[in-house]
């Protein structure tokens, strides 16, 4: 059974920074493409960057692009998301999921969501 753990959120001013992690169990994260998600109040979960496996080959939806950061630390399997200039938008609850195939491949993720964690971009 595959399980994911995020951490890393909290609340943070516009402008700051934060660095979520992700772990799993029931597979290592290394062997995948690896996607972190987010869902807003009242709003839709998006995906907003995938990173490839072996090739590391990384995407951005447009609204973070230049902004997060994924990289994958194989020694940890651990997949992190370096978040940057953090806006009040950005506020939601972050996921990942190691994918079905390569990111964008469409063919879903492995297992069920985990628990997220909570960004909160406030003054």
């Known amino acids: 059974q595959v399980q994911y753990v995020e951490s890393g959120g909290g609340l943070v001013q516009p402008g700051g920074s934060l660095r979520l992690s992700c772990a799993a169990s029931g597979l290592t994260l290394d062997d995948y493409a690896v996607g972190w998600y987010r869902q807003a109040p009242g709003k839709v979960l998006e995906g907003i960057s995938c990173i490839g496996s072996g090739d590391e080959r990384v995407y951005y939806k447009d609204s973070v692009k230049d902004r997060f950061t994924i990289f994958r630390d194989n020694r940890a399997h651990t997949v992190y998301l370096q978040m940057t200039n953090l806006k009040v938008e950005d506020t939601a609850v972050y996921y990942c999921?190691?994918?079905?195939?390569?990111?964008?491949?469409?063919?879903?993720?492995?297992?069920?969501w985990g628990q997220g964690t909570q960004v909160t971009v406030s003054s």
């Open positions: 999921a190691a994918m079905v195939g390569a990111c964008g491949d469409g063919g879903g993720s492995f297992g069920s």
